[in-house]
């Protein structure tokens, strides 16, 4: 017996738990992500005028990526309600990339992953932001044809226009900074952004305009005296050349000055994929008085950070976006943390820091592995003062009840309808010996989403394998129900007890 063919007599048009991860899971994105929420969701969400952080603690299988989908979904929902007010998201669940770089800057001998993140720090996190905020942003102000899937905004060519040169000038800092697309030449680029910007750079110019004058004035002389029969004054001639190139001295000032300033930049921001030489040609296009008392990224602090943050939080709030949403999610898959509860300690704790976390107009909110509350449980006094997690939205435990599971059940079995005027239900399935109240308590004991998808996935493909196409039943009896559930069970606590040794 075919499962489409069980479905099909049931009015569904298609199996509503083959998926299991949100990012890929069509009946989700389609239909649930609007109309199915967890209980904490109202914690989590907030009120998107005043953004504000939130932790959450969960389970794999939870729903933790999920309720991020939901958060993009809503926010997306409330930048097109609210057009003067509007939020700036930035998907922070790729870390891969930036430890990669990170770790590339260490000596080999401290590339072990437990030694690579002991070195992380707030700071390196916050260029991780930064950089897929100037990304996305310049992507969009350059309108370009494939711009970075990490930032959620829409930028209006007219407002780019509203930034004044103070703004256009910081833009351009951040850029030269933190800007990591790859589609084309750095150099290239920030040309074009600085155009777009109208940021003119003539003052800049004026070391290179004064050594070729004194150059070519200094070749016109010699020449001049050569052709006077003056000629036996010019010895020796190496030292009117080195007068001649005398004229260079102010733009190798500043040239040294702003390699020393690229070198200090790249060797502080650790998780970019610049050069220096690339970086010391862009800031020769400013002036030092552009540059001076300037924040850049090129201290151990999170001091020049958070002005740099605050940069970049008024440029946005010109291009009509007062508020960033950050997105945390994913903190176990790189493949340096490999899902060890330890290094996504040494990596998500410098992020638990008050002053980040309730920054003005930054809303933090971070999907995180349940595994890590046993270390907040060991934590001392000091780690609670600085980190304030009861100001941070807490939720300790993204638990789901039977009640909640069954609903998303249904929710999702009544998406897959054949005909949108006829509502299947999860509860058709099975047949009457199976009561919605046993079905509820089942579920409870499953605790997960995922693990409650792929037991009814592993419910309706043993039940189908059980019958054939010419003898059909159409609903699924008590014996397979509980064979099938005691199995999952079984599998559960095995898992359970895998992780928890490891």
């Given at each position: 017996m075919k499962i489409q063919q069980f479905l099909e007599h049931h009015g569904i048009a298609r199996n509503p738990f083959a998926e299991e991860d949100a990012q890929t899971d069509p009946v989700f994105k389609d239909h649930c992500i609007d109309s199915t929420y967890h209980p904490t969701w109202d914690k989590v969400y907030g009120d998107p005028n005043?953004?504000?952080?939130?932790?959450?603690?969960?389970?794999?299988?939870?729903?933790?990526?999920?309720?991020?989908?939901?958060?993009?979904?809503h926010l997306e929902a409330f930048n097109e309600q609210s057009p003067v007010k509007r939020l700036f998201v930035i998907h922070y669940d790729d870390f891969n990339p930036f430890l990669d770089r990170f770790r590339d800057r260490l000596s080999s001998r401290n590339r072990r992953p437990d030694r690579v993140l002991q070195q992380w720090k707030l700071w390196d996190h916050m260029d991780a932001i930064l950089t897929?905020?100037?990304t996305g942003l310049v992507d969009r102000v350059l309108e370009g044809r494939q711009p970075s899937t990490s930032v959620v905004c829409k930028i209006e060519q007219s407002k780019v226009d509203n930034l004044d040169r103070h703004q256009a000038r910081d833009l351009l800092v951040l850029t030269a900074c933190y800007d990591q697309a790859t589609g084309e030449n750095f150099k290239d680029r920030w040309a074009r952004l600085r155009k777009r910007l109208k940021f003119n750079t003539y003052k800049s110019y004026w070391q290179l305009a004064v050594g070729w004058a004194w150059m070519l004035v200094a070749f016109t002389l010699m020449v001049v005296m050569f052709a006077n029969g003056y000629g036996t004054w010019l010895k020796p001639l190496w030292l009117y050349l080195l007068i001649a190139v005398g004229g260079w001295i102010p733009w190798l000032v500043k040239a040294w000055k702003n390699f020393w300033l690229a070198r200090s930049i790249l060797g502080r921001m650790r998780v970019g994929i610049r050069h220096t030489n690339d970086l010391r040609k862009v800031f020769m296009q400013l002036t030092p008085a552009e540059l001076s008392s300037q924040p850049l990224p090129n201290k151990d602090s999170t001091d020049d950070r958070y002005e740099l943050l605050m940069k970049f939080q008024a440029i946005l709030q010109t291009l009509g976006y007062p508020g960033?949403?950050?997105?945390?999610?994913?903190?176990?898959?790189?493949?340096?943390?490999n899902g060890q509860a330890e290094l996504m300690k040494a990596l998500l704790w410098p992020m638990l820091d008050n002053k980040f976390?309730?920054?003005p107009g930054l809303g933090t909110k971070l999907m995180l592995p349940m595994e890590l509350t046993r270390f907040i449980e060991r934590e001392e006094r000091e780690f609670y003062q600085r980190a304030r997690l009861d100001k941070q939205n807490m939720v300790p435990s993204f638990e789901w009840t039977g009640e909640a599971l069954y609903d998303v059940a249904n929710a999702r079995v009544r998406a897959c309808a054949l005909d949108a005027l006829k509502t299947p239900t999860l509860q058709s399935l099975f047949d009457t010996s199976i009561s919605e109240a046993r079905l509820i308590d089942s579920f409870r004991t499953l605790r997960v989403p995922r693990r409650l998808f792929k037991f009814l996935y592993k419910l309706l493909v043993a039940h189908c394998n059980s019958h054939t196409d010419e003898n059909p039943v159409w609903q699924i009896n008590s014996s397979r129900f509980e064979s099938e559930l005691a199995l999952t069970l079984r599998d559960q606590d095995a898992f359970d007890r895998g992780v928890g040794a490891g």
């Open positions: 005043e953004p504000a952080s939130s932790i959450v603690f969960g389970e794999k299988g939870s729903g933790k990526t999920a309720m991020r989908l939901q958060l993009a979904r897929l905020g100037v960033i949403i950050v997105l945390v999610d994913r903190v176990d898959e790189p493949h340096l943390i976390l309730k920054h």
